[in-house]
């Protein structure tokens, strides 16, 4: 059973930075699955952030991060990360790790296999 297990959240300052963490546990290296993050703020509908391709080599961003946040990935402990800069409050959400098995990009969240239970994030201005 895979279980990803986010951390790292809190409240900010506006140009703060933070990085989250995923922490995965049931997938093997060698599967085939695309891995990255999900926001969901106040009021809003949840939106992709930042993944991985299933090569765990390319990497997306949304417009709206390009530029600030940056994801990156330490195999050896099975963990993914969201170094976040130049925060703003429209930032503020809770953050989702999430992983799609296959050959395809994760970008909408009807295709996610598997999610974590979130990470709230706070920007103030």
């Known amino acids: 059973q895979v279980q990803l297990v986010e951390s790292g959240g809190g409240l900010v300052q506006a140009g703060g930075s933070l990085r989250l963490s995923c922490a995965a546990s049931?997938?093997?290296?060698?599967?085939?699955?695309?891995m990255g993050w999900f926001r969901q703020g106040p009021g809003k509908e949840r939106e992709f952030v930042a993944a991985?391709?299933?090569?765990?080599?390319?990497?997306y961003y949304a417009d709206s991060v390009k530029g600030r946040f940056t994801i990156s990935r330490d195999n050896a402990k099975n963990t993914v990360y969201l170094q976040m800069n130049t925060l703003k409050p429209e930032d503020t959400a809770v953050y989702y790790c999430?992983?799609?098995?296959?050959?395809?990009?994760?970008?909408?969240?009807?295709?996610?296999?598997?999610w974590g239970k979130g990470t709230l994030v706070t920007v103030s201005s």
């Open positions: 999430a992983v799609q098995y296959g050959t395809s990009t994760l970008y909408s969240e009807r295709s996610v296999d598997y």
């Open positions: 049931g997938l093997t290296f060698s599967s085939t699955y695309s």
């Open positions: 991985f391709n299933w090569r765990r080599v390319t990497t």
